[in-house]
């Protein structure tokens, strides 16, 4: 018995399907879009803030004058190497150990503690990231604030902090010298920023970057802006260097590399102490050392490095090598343990910054977030951070590009 025919399709039937899937198309495309430029308005209006501003008039002059000034945009002697494709799939690589899974053993130093100068002259405390609070021959300061939640524009959503800040804002000591090393969000935050723009104490940032500041309140009499190499007395006797770094800068797509990267050199009568700011590997580091080293203690970014990006961070073993071009004697090793920023292991870092320090027999401190030290009197300090598993150098190399 033969099978039914199928009943005939009208006439044009096909022709009307094809309309009425393209409509359909149409309005889920339209929704899409509508619901991305929602979003899209919700973080510009959320973020806008703390995005900062451009420098005009005089801070715009003294940028275009730079030696590192370039066709609009502050550039590095030695260009930036990226693995495009590596960055986009790396994230499916990442560490398993990212983030800790227990509270870290933070300590809340006392307010009391510096009430009287420390003994050697010399007392450093690590506040977590490349937070720092440097007592030197007299003078206090900070670097790199950050005591909000997020390294992000935004209050809801980016790498948010490990561990609450150690010590309250109001807790600190007098501070003579707030230094910034650029304005990316992990370094140059918004929020602390605003909450300390009354302080009577002097804002040190690299060029363009006091746009930021007097976009949020600090007083422009306050800011000092610096190119490198350029020099400024904290008082009579303590003088700060603000030295080259390679790295980058930018608070939103548009203004990439608006603003300078910089470390600090600090020279006092007693003691010179290094902080590199964010930075790779350059030859340009032998530099400092030879001009303004030796250094007591250096304080150099370990952490957020990957193979995909080799020159913007430094990673331990290049951190090793830069402390020793400088010419360091104690090193303390920063920008690490505070937010997931790559894709390596949280404890990596530091693992493998001791493994280079003591090949190359290097003096490492490595302080837990809020503990003071006095580099000249500190022991060694134990492991306070977990048994996790870390990838080794050989078996995820930083490979820095252009240098000797």
Not at 317 to 344: C, K, S
Not at 388 to 397: I, K, R
Request: glycine fraction near 8%.
């Amino acid at each position: 018995m033969s099978e039914p025919a199928e009943p005939a399709r009208p006439k044009g039937a096909e022709g009307a399907e094809t309309p009425k899937r393209f409509r359909r198309t149409r309005r889920v495309l339209a929704v899409f879009f509508g619901l991305l430029a929602i979003l899209l308005v919700v973080v510009l209006v959320s973020g806008w803030r703390a995005f900062g501003d451009a420098a005009e008039g005089d801070r715009r002059a003294a940028m275009e004058a730079s030696p590192q000034w370039d066709d609009g945009v502050f550039a590095n002697p030695d260009p930036l190497d990226n693995d495009v494709w590596g960055m986009l799939t790396g994230a499916f690589g990442k560490s398993a150990y990212a983030v800790p899974e227990d509270p870290l053993p933070i300590v809340e130093p006392e307010p009391a503690s510096f009430a009287e100068p420390p003994p050697s002259g010399l007392r450093i405390t690590w506040l977590g990231h490349s937070t720092l609070l440097i007592e030197l021959d007299g003078l206090v300061i900070l670097t790199d604030p950050v005591w909000g939640e997020r390294s992000s524009p935004l209050t809801w959503i980016g790498p948010q902090r490990w561990y609450p800040p150690p010590i309250a804002l109001e807790d600190l000591p007098e501070i003579d010298a707030v230094l910034i090393s650029h304005d990316h969000y992990d370094h140059l935050d918004m929020p602390t920023i605003e909450a300390i723009r009354e302080w009577d104490t002097t804002f040190v940032v690299p060029l363009g970057v006091g746009a930021h500041l007097a976009y949020w309140g600090v007083p422009a009499d306050r800011i000092v802006a610096l190119d490198w190499w350029d020099r400024h007395a904290l008082d009579e006797r303590v003088e700060l260097v603000c030295v080259p770094s390679r790295h980058a800068s930018g608070r939103q797509v548009l203004d990439q590399n608006g603003t300078l990267w910089a470390g600090y050199a600090l020279l006092g009568p007693l003691h010179r102490v290094y902080f590199s700011g964010d930075t790779g590997l350059f030859r340009g580091m032998r530099e400092i050392g030879e001009r303004l080293g030796p250094f007591d203690v250096t304080m150099i970014e370990v952490g957020a490095y990957d193979r995909a990006w080799p020159d913007w961070h430094l990673g331990p073993e290049n951190a090793v090598r830069a402390h020793q071009w400088v010419r360091g004697e104690t090193m303390i090793p920063i920008h690490w343990g505070l937010f997931d920023l790559a894709y390596h292991g949280w404890t990596e870092p530091v693992e493998r910054t001791r493994v280079a320090a003591r090949a190359a027999d290097v003096t490492l401190l490595t302080p837990r977030p809020g503990e003071s030290i006095e580099p000249a009197t500190t022991p060694v300090i134990a492991p306070w951070w977990p048994e996790v598993p870390w990838e080794t150098a050989a078996e995820h190399p930083i490979e820095t590009t252009r240098v000797d």
